[in-house]
T-cell receptor, first 113, second 117 residues
Framework: GQQVMQIPQYQHVQEGEDFTTYCNSS?????IQWYKQRPGGHPVFLIQ?????EVKKQKRLTFQFGEAKKNSSLHITATQTTDVGTYFC?????????????FGSGTRLSIRP | ETGVTQSPTHLIKTRGQQVTLRCSSQ?????VSWYQQALGQGPQFIFQ???????GRGNFPPRFSGLQFPNYSSELNVNALELDDSALYLC????????????????FGPGTRLLVL
């Protein structure tokens, strides 16, 4: 069945350093979403990528969708303590009600002040 | 705040019991999805309801069932609870889309933490 792998599982960085998490799907995706979950909280939608090769930016966050629509990345420039949390990608394959959304296992980001 | 509420916030049950979890969607959202999130894992898609009909299901057994009401609030029912059902259960609502599919932005509720003993 469809799988979405996310690496690394954990990342511990010094405040101000950059951070990247990678997401790889076993099947071609129609779109991919990214979420952030703070400790003890619930996932919060960050962005959706739909087009092959798409790049979107939100302030210090840069999201990319691969040309083959099977991988994606989230890059944070100059991390801040407010970036702490777990970042999940969620891959969607198909366009109908039969499509499924598969979440990666997440990358937990911790930051040394 | 996403405007999505869930109840109860925490629940303790014993193996074999049945549980009903509730979700109130954000106003105007006609699609609700339910997820199970085990500790340290990503959310796993259970099923989605669109205009009161099930609109897709993940790899969960039939003892996981749901309902969506005319006001778009929703319930998740789990029968014959097992220890492995202990998890955070999340519902997420989304605005009307082209097919009630999975391309729309989802707004998650705070979740119900279920412990099965």
């Amino acid at each position: 069945g469809q799988q979405v792998m996310q690496i690394p599982q954990y990342q511990h960085v010094q405040e101000g350093e950059d951070f990247t998490t990678y997401c790889n799907s076993s099947t071609t995706l129609s779109n991919i979403q990214w979420y952030k979950q703070r400790p003890g909280g619930h996932p919060v939608f960050l962005i959706q990528l739909v087009k092959s090769g798409e790049v979107k930016k939100q302030k210090r966050l840069t999201f990319q969708f691969g040309e083959a629509k099977k991988n994606s990345s989230l890059h944070i420039t100059a991390t801040q303590t407010t970036d702490v949390g777990t970042y999940f990608c969620a891959g969607i394959a198909g366009y109908s009600g039969a499509s499924k959304i598969i979440f990666g296992s997440g990358t937990r980001l911790s930051i040394r002040p | 705040e996403t405007g999505v509420t869930q109840s109860p916030t925490h629940l303790i049950k014993t193996r074999g019991q049945q549980v009903t979890l509730r979700c109130s969607s954000q106003s105007g959202h006609n699609t609700v999805s339910w997820y199970q999130q085990a500790l340290g894992q990503g959310p796993q898609f259970i099923f989605q309801y669109y205009r009161e009909e099930e609109n897709g299901r993940g790899n969960f057994p039939p003892r996981f069932s749901g309902l969506q009401f005319p006001n778009y609030s929703s319930e998740l029912n789990v029968n014959a609870l097992e220890l492995d059902d202990s998890a955070l259960y999340l519902c997420a609502s989304s605005a009307p889309g082209t097919s009630g599919g999975r391309r729309e932005t989802q707004y998650f509720g705070p979740g119900t933490r279920l412990l099965v003993l």
